[in-house]
């Protein structure tokens, strides 16, 4: 199997040449970091409902969707991927998408161990510390003829930017984002106290990966590798699939680690527009926001009916129970808005 230690790759580089190798249908592990910032989003969001394009273009960020799902997130030269690029009727690749992420988290989680942070896996595709923090997401889809897994080492993590790239309904929302992003996402120098080496990351990950991947070879991005790259920068970067049309959901979501997420939407009622955003942590609401243009007597019962949210499971019942609830204790009147609007709002509804 060949390795392709790449090193520092400009612009969108860093992310092409994965692609690249799954759509020749060549196998190989990668291992490589963006030489500059980047702000990625999945293959199954909405560019524009996600990220502040504006402050992007003013911070001369880059922008780039991936052919691979997930959430928005950053990309930077503090961290280093690791792409593992398989044919899909490679025997090595588990018949299942589980299996697939377990397999192959291992050599990282083992790579973490060897650089002195005890990880573990956490369903569905989070690599946490022992206290539970996030320390890498991963991520797999089916690209040409191979299977395509990857993930990342954060050697360390630009926490104030994180959340400026990402489109946000309020500075509230910002601020709470970036909270949690502190409590639940940690960095290899967060965690050893130092900025660990980039070639001494990518030796773990060769040594690690080698045991389940079989001996490996270093090789160089070669002629036919380079073309497919340019081939696929002109469509990565072209409108039609930068921002392609995705169907909007009742809510959106950003997802700090497995467990928790935060959700904002919006929902004309005949009452005016609400806006709800609420922080999970294990599917369970830990905070909640409403705002808009409705009317509600008496003012300070907003108040109250977020606290009367707050703990309750995201689920319709339960919320809209605990709505429906505050209503009767509280006298509540806001004309042309009923509890069944905060829970589409909340993408509860349906």
Same mark, same amino acid.
């Given at each position: 199997?060949?390795?392709y230690?790449?090193g520092?790759?400009p612009?969108l580089d860093?992310?092409?040449?994965?692609?690249?190798l799954?759509?020749? *249908?060549r196998?190989?592990?990668?291992?490589?970091?963006?030489?500059?910032?980047?702000?990625?989003?999945?293959?199954?969001?909405?560019t524009?409902?996600?990220?502040?394009?504006d402050?992007?273009?003013?911070h001369?960020?880059?922008?780039m969707?991936?052919?691979?799902?997930?959430?928005?997130?950053?990309?930077?030269?503090?961290?280093?991927?690791?792409?593992?690029?398989?044919?899909?009727?490679n025997p090595?690749?588990?018949?299942?998408? +589980? *299996?697939v992420?377990?397999?192959?988290?291992?050599?990282?989680?083992?790579?973490?161990?060897?650089?002195?942070v005890?990880?573990?896996?956490?369903?569905?595709?989070d690599?946490?510390?022992?206290?539970?923090?996030?320390?890498?997401?991963e991520?797999?889809?089916d690209?040409?003829?191979?299977?395509?897994?990857?993930?990342?080492?954060?050697? +360390?993590?630009?926490?104030?930017?994180?959340?400026?790239?990402?489109?946000?309904? +309020?500075?509230?929302?910002?601020?709470k984002?970036y909270?949690s992003?502190?409590?639940?996402?940690?960095t290899l120098?967060?965690e050893?106290?130092?900025l660990?080496?980039?070639e001494?990351?990518?030796?773990?990950?060769?040594r690690?990966?080698?045991?389940?991947?079989?001996?490996?070879?270093?090789?160089?991005?070669?002629?036919?590798?380079?073309?497919?790259?340019?081939?696929?920068?002109?469509?990565?970067r072209?409108?039609?699939?930068?921002?392609?049309k995705?169907r909007?959901?009742?809510?959106?979501?950003t997802?700090?680690?497995?467990?928790v997420?935060?959700?904002? *939407?919006?929902?004309?009622?005949?009452?005016?527009?609400?806006?709800?955003?609420?922080?999970?942590?294990e599917?369970?609401?830990? +905070?909640?926001?409403?705002?808009?243009?409705?009317?509600?007597?008496?003012?300070?019962?907003?108040?109250?009916?977020?606290?009367?949210?707050?703990?309750?499971p995201?689920?319709?019942?339960?919320? *809209?129970?605990?709505i429906?609830d505050?209503?009767g204790?509280?006298?509540?009147?806001?004309?042309?808005?009923?509890p069944?609007?905060?829970?589409?709002?909340?993408?509860?509804?349906?």
């Open positions: 199997m060949k390795v230690d790449l520092l790759q612009k860093s992310m092409l040449c994965f692609h690249a799954a759509h020749l *249908g196998e190989g592990l990668m291992l490589v970091s963006p030489a500059s910032t980047i702000a990625c989003v999945g293959y199954f969001q909405d524009r409902e996600v990220i502040d394009l402050f992007c273009l003013r001369g960020l880059e922008v969707r991936r052919e691979v799902g997930g959430g928005a997130t950053l990309l930077d030269s503090s961290q280093v991927f690791y792409q593992v690029i398989l044919r899909k009727d090595l690749v588990p018949p299942t998408v +589980d *299996g992420y377990r397999k192959f988290s291992q050599p990282a989680v083992d790579a973490y161990g060897d650089l002195g005890e990880v573990s896996f956490r369903p569905i595709n690599l946490v510390t022992r206290e539970g923090r996030k320390i890498a997401g991520g797999g889809a690209i040409g003829p191979c299977m395509a897994f990857v993930g990342g080492i954060l050697l +360390d993590f630009d926490y104030e930017l994180m959340p400026k790239i990402l489109k946000v309904p +309020d500075e509230k929302f910002r601020d984002f909270k992003l502190g409590e639940n996402l940690t120098r967060r050893t106290g130092r660990v080496p980039r001494e990351v990518t030796a773990a990950l060769k690690r990966f080698a045991e389940v991947l079989g001996p490996l070879e270093e090789a160089p991005l070669d002629d036919e590798l380079r073309a497919k790259m340019r081939e696929l920068e002109t469509r990565f072209s409108d039609e699939f930068l921002f392609r995705i909007k959901p009742a809510a959106r979501e997802r700090v680690r497995e467990g997420r935060f959700v904002d *939407g919006v929902h004309k009622a005949p009452g005016g527009l609400l806006s709800c955003y609420a922080e999970l942590a599917e369970v609401i830990d +905070d909640v926001s409403i705002t808009g243009d409705f009317t509600m007597v008496p003012r300070a019962g907003l108040e109250g009916l977020e606290a009367a949210i707050v703990g309750a995201y689920e319709p019942r339960p919320v *809209g129970d605990a429906e505050f209503y204790k509280s006298n509540l009147d806001t004309p042309g808005v009923a069944e609007h905060y829970l589409a709002a909340l993408g509860l509804a349906g």
